[in-house]
């Protein structure tokens, strides 16, 4: 029979038997089957082939980053990347509902949709090798033209799914990410790559904004890769100018200005690079060589964005600067700057050139809207999130004391400093905010590099040291002597008065040592005269006569 503590403590010990893990783990696949069986019975492949390509994306990332974790110094990683991931691909779900169930569809990822779509079927039904390879888009390849082909590509893999066409960018963009956090690990080791992580995996603009199918998404897989190469060159490691490569060519495809800011960057960060030790016959040639091929690579970008805006010249900067702002300055989802102000679509703000407005820019691309802006709730909480980081930049300002030390000391702060100042000027001109909470993305992975600069060594102060204080009383002083002058006047001296130490007595002179005592000779002791024999004693009576 069990007593009554036994049986109140049997519950606990069972809940300690079941293997809860197991059971959650069995309860969330059973739901997703449940979910995944109805969304083929009442949905088309649009939604429910989403279900299924999302088990393979975390099945195919999940050895990638376990090999990452694996070989990256910061402990406990695999957790947190994983968590990352899946974050990131959820947030492929809010991202599809604000464009087509909040906007009805009037945003840019229907278009991109309808076109990969008739894309993918022209290479499935082989029309496209009919023709001889060409296929009509209705637009130039660069821009938009090779964004619909990127979704065609994709929808060859994936099948035609709309959400799913949105997980997969997601999943691109979660890439980008993970580039960018090992370019500061390599290239900027000293920085607090935890925090980083943090801050570049979780920031709600980088998990929202890049997670549809467009260019955000594109754009943030390929500066990711431009950003990685960029380290790996400063760092003088293998596949340097591959990464490099691929990533501007990705940017040049979509956006070719924001490749040319990107190369100016690289440039200089690149004469910046400290030489190494043993510098060989061919290190200046070679150090030419490759600002030379960079100067090139810059200059060709700078063709291909007088091609891209239609401009007369590559020179002519103030057109490129008025036709980047009227583009972006269009779309299906446009919000306005503040309440009452209306933008027409054509409508192309003013571009000042002067160096002059370059903070104004920076507070503008960076932390508007800001709350008193806010002309509907999406402007409301990308003003929140605004706000937030502008109180971390202030109160991470000890950390950015440090980087004009650290812009020459470490040439990947310097890559990210100018490239974060031109992307400011040359965005600033965009007076629609919801445009810009898009296009912000391109360029907040390296703004918070500023922010985990490791905090300057404390300087603690000396501890200051108190004054002996003496208790004296009047009349204290009466009969005592004070050494080398006169006794003070105990009518002067308060209680717990601050007086002066005594010094020390000075020490006499050194006096030669005593002089050690005479000699003596060794005289040995007289012998003890012998002892007296002792008496006998007397006989004992033993009582006889």
Known sequence: MRSRHELAALPARWARRVPWASCVAGLLVSGYVAMFAWGMAHTSYDIWGALLILPVLMAVSTPILGRIAAVNPEPRIFKLLMMAMALKLLCAFPRYLMAFVLYGGQADARMYDEKGRALTAALEQGTLLQNGGHYDLGMKVAGTGFVIIVTGVVYLVTGPSLLGGFLVYSWLGFWGLLLFWRGVQIAFPEAESRRYAKLLFFLPSLLFWPSSIGKDAWMMLCLGATAYGTARLLERRRGAFAWIAAGSLGTGMVRPHVTVLAGAGLVIAYVLRRRPKEVSALGPLRTILTVAVLGVGVMLMLQQVSSFFGTAGAGQVDQVLQETARRTSQGGSQLTATAGAGISDDAAPSVSLSPLGLPMAVVTVLFRPFPFEASNLQNLVQSVECFALLIVFIRSWPRLRQVPRLFV??????????????????????????????????????????????RPPAVRPLPRQRAVEWLAEPGQWRDRAWPGAEPPDSRLVPLRTAVP?????????????????????????PPHPPHPPHPPYPPHSRGID
């Not at 130490?501 to 003596?520: L, W």
């Open 409 to 454: 000391r470490r040439p990947y702060m310097a890559f990210t400093v100018v490239y974060t100042l031109l992307f400011c000027w040359a965005f600033s001109s965009i007076n629609n905010m919801g445009i810009l909470s898009r296009e912000r993305v391109q360029v907040l992975p390296l703004v918070l590099v500023l922010l985990v600069i490791p």
């Open 501 to 525: 130490r005594r010094p020390p007595p000075t020490p006499p002179a050194t006096a030669a040592p005593p002089s050690p005592p005479p000699h003596r000779p060794y005289r040995p002791r």
